[in-house]
């Protein structure tokens, strides 16, 4: 029997639209440190934003029919994680399986990092 391959991990961030760079780095810095402390628990972590490129419809549209799971790094539950992200999840041609954790600011264990 095969194994299952795990999820792709997709970090979701705000973005910026007039300074790309700068939004860019923090979450492609913060998918490799989870990719080296994880490095099991994901077939692949994936960057992806509601406010620039690589968009979040995008990269869901990539991975096809791929198990998901969307980690939305920001400080708190709001507007982008209770409408913007699943409007843009809706907007995909994603059909594979897809889980939405939290916010990645509501973690219990956040201030102990």
């Given at each position: 029997?095969?194994?299952p391959r795990p999820p792709v991990l997709v970090l979701v961030a705000h973005g910026s639209p007039s300074a790309p760079d700068g939004a860019r780095q923090p979450i492609e810095h913060l998918a490799a440190a989870i990719?080296?402390?994880?490095p099991d628990s994901w077939s692949?972590?994936?960057v992806a934003f509601l406010?620039?490129?690589?968009?979040l419809t995008g990269v869901l549209d990539d991975l096809a029919?791929?198990?998901v799971v969307l980690l939305p790094v920001f400080a708190g539950e709001g507007f982008f994680t209770r409408r913007a992200l699943p409007e843009a999840v809706a907007a995909s041609r994603h059909h594979g399986p897809l889980r939405v954790t939290a916010a990645l600011g509501t973690h219990p264990r956040l201030g102990e990092v």
């Open positions: 029997m095969p194994v990719g080296q402390a994880m692949r972590i994936c406010k620039q490129t690589p968009d029919n791929q198990a």
